[in-house]
């Protein structure tokens, strides 16, 4: 099972990025996902996570009203839309699987046991 989490760049403060996780040696539409961002020299952060259907989308307080993220099943892909970014956004970007479909691990990173190669984004002031 790998991920990839892609779509990272340098941005400026108030612009918007779209980061996509793709997958292979899974059924991608059968699992939740989970965004984690981890920013130099701090713990890892949750951002986001939705289940397989997309029905049902949680967010972390810091990304909430700026943040969205989607999926389309028929294409095998899970987005992550991020707007009004700011500095403190700044983070090596990465999407999580659970080992079981079906279930919802929601925010808590540690229900999660696949994890993609991140993308730097990076947010100038």
């Known amino acids: 099972v790998q991920l990839q989490a892609s779509g990272g760049g340098l941005v400026q403060a108030g612009g918007s990025l779209r980061l996509s996780c793709t997958a292979s040696?899974?059924?991608?539409?059968?699992?939740?996902i989970g965004w984690f961002r981890q920013a130099p020299g701090k713990e890892r952060e949750a951002v986001s996570s939705i289940s397989s259907s997309g029905m049902g989308i949680t967010y972390a307080n810091s990304v909430k009203g700026r943040f969205t993220t989607s999926r389309d099943n028929a294409k095998r892909m899970v987005y992550l839309q991020m707007d009004s970014l700011k500095p403190e956004d700044t983070a090596i970007y990465s999407c999580a699987a659970p080992a079981v479909a079906g279930i919802v691990p929601g925010l808590y990173g540690d229900q999660y046991d696949y994890w993609g190669q991140g993308t730097l984004v990076t947010v100038s002031s």
């Open positions: 040696g899974f059924d991608l539409e059968y699992y939740a």
